[in-house]
């Protein structure tokens, strides 16, 4: 880039478009285009970007584009700089001086504690960035005795074996619900009179379904060793506990231990489910084991009534089990009202039974080895397994963080952090672990990733925790992006939104006798004051997951109401309903849409 000024900015080489951005955030763009010699050009009037970094007065025929005065220049550097109309600007992330240098004398640049999503995406980033990492895992068992290998939560005990187990209820509930009308023919499978499903399940196919995830998830924790090795991160296969803010001890599971030193250390610990509170509570299993149970579970209650109890009840009554929530309040608290009954109403219809405003007060095993189970209304019933899904704790009270003074919050023992910062300017935290993060995986992906960067590659980009898309894997899934309508009507007042929504039949359940009480449904929430901004997008229906990932995207960068309806649809498919949206709420009118 050559200023008239004949000052050759051309002899710093830049070498891509994010460098040359980055020099401007940092050092020019934004100060009237100081130059990195700290010279101020107020004003610019030609500018144009040149083919190479030739020294000397500019030559036309070294200019690969024109850009014009400095307007121009500005809305192309625009181009790149700031999120489209509409969109909240992006503030850069301020970090403390953490005394980091190149000759620090520490074993390593980094270590990461904590070998799960966060952890292992930030370890790997730092290595490619030329950092010195070492990333410790160490698995815990959980109270009933199950462990696992790396990789973290999600691929052992979370969204991998709960999305393959939800896969497989969803098959059987297509081959019981719709295959005969395909005329695929499932003999010894039709509903009966009553509409009920006959089992399938038996025990040794229960054995099969989970031998099978658990060989594929064996698989992964092999690939994900092979990953850190290719990346030159040490692995290290102990627990890491805080001495000094440059120091952990390590135990390995023969109780040796150990120390390592780092300049930097990342804590990506993740969390562990909350047990439950009530007597006898250490007879029910969790998430942690649920994956692995060597026996059928037979009859279940499930008790909580967010994310992960849903999920579970949802996967094991579509493996014809007899299932039963607890729920203490409401399903899915924070998320939308309005969905969250639709998908308790297809849950219900589909055989999953719901106690409503209960806890149980008092977990008692029977002789038979079956759980007698008393609720807080004085109800009781028994049950086979009783799997406890009312939250999760960070996995803190052991890391030694008060040896380090990292500050956490009393109520969940996660990590105060901004910008994944602790209290300990060198010691940093993503992922589940830290306050205010969304728990979820890609999340602590993103998270670990952009941290990375900025300690080892120069940015200065914040994580952004917004708009971030989430799926809920119910029997009827539910995705969403944004605010529910309650939060909007919370923030914006009822008068300053507009809701638009449908419901329609997806086409792939249109034959089946057996889905025409499973209606889908989608809606959006504007702003009707900001050029009718998309403030949330929900779906709840076939591959929610699928549907929701690109509006994401659009969400991202201020969608409004006009875009997503000049949008042209995929037809047939469910996505589209979302992009021709056109009955508002307020107008009264039936939500339940016509045909093609
Ligand atoms: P984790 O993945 O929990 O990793 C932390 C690691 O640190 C663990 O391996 C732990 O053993 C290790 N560790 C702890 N203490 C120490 C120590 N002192 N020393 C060494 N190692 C230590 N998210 C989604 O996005 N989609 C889903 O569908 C989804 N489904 C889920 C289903 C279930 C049942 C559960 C429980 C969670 C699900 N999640 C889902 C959430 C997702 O799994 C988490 O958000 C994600 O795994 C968090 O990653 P993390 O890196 O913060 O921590
Ligand atoms: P949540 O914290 O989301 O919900 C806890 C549930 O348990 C609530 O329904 C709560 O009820 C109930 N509860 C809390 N305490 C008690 C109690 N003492 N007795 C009875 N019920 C109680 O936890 P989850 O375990 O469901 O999920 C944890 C996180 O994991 C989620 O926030 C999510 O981010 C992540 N996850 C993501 C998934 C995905 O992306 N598909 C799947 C699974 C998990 P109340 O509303 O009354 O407080």
Known sequence: LLFPSRLKIVEHDFGDRTKFRQWLVDDGFRNNFRDPMGKEHVSCPIIWISKSLKDGDPDPADIEKYLGGYDKTLDWCRDFMEPADGADAKPEAVMVDDGHTPDHGYEYDLVVIGGGSGGMAAAKEAASLGAKVALCDFVKPSPQGTSWGLGGTCVNVGCIPKKLYHIGATLRESIHADANYFGISTLGTQPDELGQLPTIQTESQW???????????????????????????????????????????????????????????????????????????????????????EKDPGKVLCVGASYISLECAGFLAGMSKDVTVAVRSILLRGFDRECSERIGNFMQQHGVNFKMKVTPSKLEKLEDDRIKVTFSDGSEDVYDTVLGAVGRTADTAKLGLENVNVQTNPKNLKIVAKNEQSTCPNIYAVGDVMEGCPELTPVAIQAGISLARRLFGGSKEPMDYVNVCTTVFTPIEYSCVGLSEDDAIEKYGQDGIEVYHREFLPLEWSLSQNRHDSNAFAKIVVDKTAKERVLGIHYVGPNAGEVMQGYGISMKNGLTYRQLTDTVGIHPTSSEEIVTLAITKSSG????????
């Open 207 to 293: 054995n099969v379904v989970k031998d099978n995830i658990q060989n594929y998830i064996r698989s992964l924790n092999f690939k994900y060793r092979v990953r850190l090795r290719e990346k030159s991160v040490q692995y290290i296969n102990k627990l890491a506990t805080f001495k000094d803010a440059h120091t952990v001890e390590l135990v390995d599971k023969k109780g040796r231990t150990s120390e390592v030193t780092a300049s930097r250390f990342l804590v990506a610990v993740g969390g562990r489910p909350t047990p439950l509170d009530c007597e006898g509570a250490d007879l029910a299993i969790s998430s942690d084991d649920v994956f692995f149970l």
């Open 589 to 596: 009118e039936d939500a339940a849409a016509g045909g093609c």
